[in-house]
C-alpha cells in the first residue's frame, strides 16, 4: 500500500494567515491526489482533486500543486469557518489511503 | 442535490455482525461507485471496498478481505455494507461515500456516518 504523510501535524494560525500543509506519498503517484476538510462530528469535504482542480463550490482561497511524491494544500487567508482538519488521499492505486490529517487550529 | 443518508447508529456484541446501508437521491445510482470508509477515533481515515453500483463488482481491502461485504440495490438506490465478526477495534464511524466518476478514486459526496460501537 502506498503510504501517505502529513506535515505539519497541527498548526496554530490567524485568521488572515497564509497555511500551507504537506503531503507525501511512499511512491509516485502523478497528480492522483485529493485533499479534503474534516469538521468534527462531521464527514469529509472534497475540497481537491487530481492535485489541483478545485471541486465545485469550493472557495478560491483553497489551492493545491504538486506531482510524483510531494504536494501541498494552500488556504491563502484563512477565515473562521476553515478552522478544521484536512487530509491528504492518494488516488492512484487501490487500496485508496489517506494522510494522517493535519489540523488547523486558532492561534 | 446529491444526498447520501445511512442508517443509524448501532451497538454490537464482539463476534457479531453489523450492516450499515446508505440510501443515494439526487443522481443516477447505477452510473458511480461507492465506496466504504472508515474512522476509529482519533484515526485516519480508512478504505474498506467499493461497488461498481452499475454491474454490482466489488474490491475489497485486503485487511477486511473475508470479513466485509458490500451489496447494492438498484431499485432502492441504496449501498449496503456488513462486517462480521466483529472485534472492539472496529469501534468506529463508518462512511459511505461516492466515486468523483474520473480516472481517481476522489470521493465527492459522503453520507452523514455511522457510529457502530463494539463492546461486551
Known amino acids: 500500500d502506498i503510504q501517505m504523510t502529513q506535515s505539519p501535524s497541527s498548526v496554530s494560525a490567524s485568521v488572515g494567515d497564509r497555511v500551507t500543509i504537506t503531503c507525501r506519498a511512499s511512491?509516485?503517484?502523478?497528480?492522483?491526489l485529493a485533499w479534503y476538510q474534516q469538521k468534527p462530528g462531521k464527514a469529509p469535504n472534497l475540497l481537491i482533486y487530481?492535485?489541483?482542480s478545485l471541486q465545485s463550490g469550493v472557495p478560491s482561497r483553497f489551492s493545491g500543486s504538486g506531482s510524483g511524491t510531494d504536494f501541498t494544500l494552500t488556504i491563502s487567508s484563512l477565515q473562521p469557518e476553515d478552522f478544521a482538519t484536512y487530509y491528504c488521499q492518494q488516488t492512484d492505486s487501490f487500496p485508496p489511503t489517506f494522510g494522517g490529517g493535519t489540523k488547523v487550529e486558532i492561534k | 442535490q446529491v444526498q447520501l443518508v445511512q442508517s443509524g447508529a448501532e451497538v454490537r456484541k464482539p463476534g457479531a455482525s453489523v450492516k450499515v446501508s446508505c440510501k443515494a437521491s439526487g443522481y443516477t445510482f447505477k452510473n458511480y461507485a461507492a465506496h466504504w470508509l472508515r474512522q476509529a477515533p482519533g484515526q485516519r481515515l480508512e478504505w474498506m471496498g467499493w461497488i461498481n453500483a452499475g454491474n454490482g463488482n466489488t474490491k475489497y481491502s485486503q485487511k477486511f478481505q473475508g470479513r466485509v461485504t458490500i451489496t447494492r440495490d438498484r431499485s432502492a438506490s441504496t449501498a449496503y455494507m456488513e462486517l462480521r465478526s466483529l472485534r472492539s477495534e472496529d469501534t468506529a464511524v463508518y462512511y459511505c461515500a461516492r466515486d468523483g466518476g474520473g480516472s481517481g478514486s476522489d470521493l465527492d459526496y459522503w453520507g452523514q456516518g455511522t457510529l457502530v460501537a463494539v463492546s461486551s
Open positions: 511512491q509516485g503517484i502523478s497528480n492522483w
Open positions: 487530481d492535485a489541483s
